[in-house]
């Protein structure tokens, strides 16, 4: 099954930029969605297809996706984008979708 | 707008059966792939369960073949997911979305507790 790592946590002080990164075979590949989710609530699409955001949500949410590695960058960090972050992909060779293991972002 | 509304979730004994239900509503429930998801307590993201949108195909994760049985009603709008010999591992939220992945619409979740 196909796996992808991400750190446990990441930490940034507000207005500084967080990158959180998802570690995967060949991810180039694959497309990458990120979610956002806050204590008690359903998760939130930020990103998908390594570089596109959903409606609603703010520029400062940005994806790329090069060799072994996807990034989610956070710009300009604010209070409110404390949360965990999770990437997926779909694994063609398991025939489902995968989930990183969540990375917890704290705004210092 | 786009709402799903979970139901169904509650305490089970383990070895017992549970049936989540998801409602769908503000748009063309036939059009789309539903998934299930879930997330254990304080642990991550766990994909569950996706069918088409005419009820094939149908994909489970390892964790549940066999045990899980996803359906939907197109003429209900309703997705369901029939959970069998439970067990304290199926223990979280279950969260219902729309599309097979990229899941820019949840549900709020249904929580499911196996415990003696």
């Known amino acids: 099954s196909y796996v992808l790592t991400q750190p446990p946590s990441v930490s940034v002080a507000p207005g500084k930029t967080a990158t959180v990164t998802c570690g995967g075979g060949?991810?180039?590949?694959?497309?990458v969605h990120w979610y956002q989710q806050r204590p008690g609530q359903a998760p939130i699409l930020v990103i998908y297809?390594?570089?596109d955001r959903p409606s609603g949500i703010p520029a400062r949410f940005s994806g790329s996706n090069s060799g072994n590695t996807a990034t989610l960058t956070i710009s300009r960090v604010e209070a409110g984008d404390e949360a965990d972050y999770y990437c997926?992909?779909?694994?063609?060779?398991?025939?489902?979708?995968?989930f990183g293991g969540g990375t917890k972002l704290t705004v210092l | 707008q786009v709402q799903l509304v979970e139901s169904g979730g509650g305490l089970v004994k383990p070895g017992g059966s549970l049936r989540l239900s998801c409602a769908a509503s503000?748009?063309?429930?036939?059009?789309?792939?539903m998934t299930w998801i879930r997330q254990a307590p304080g642990k991550g993201l766990e994909w569950v369960s996706s069918?088409?949108?005419?009820?094939?195909?149908?994909y489970y994760a390892d964790s549940v073949k066999g045990r899980f049985t996803i359906s939907r009603d197109n003429s209900k709008n309703l997705v369901y997911l029939q959970m069998n010999s439970l067990g304290v591992g199926d223990t979280g939220v279950y969260f219902c979305?729309?599309?097979?992945?990229?899941?820019?619409?949840w549900g709020q979740g249904t929580r499911v507790s196996v415990s003696s």
């Open positions: 297809y390594d570089t």
């Open positions: 060949d991810i180039e590949g694959k497309g």
């Open positions: 979305a729309r599309a097979l992945e990229a899941w820019e619409f």
């Open positions: 503000g748009f063309t429930f036939s059009d789309y792939y």
């Open positions: 997926q992909v779909w694994d063609s060779r398991g025939a489902h979708p995968v």
């Open positions: 069918i088409g949108s005419s009820g094939s195909p149908i």
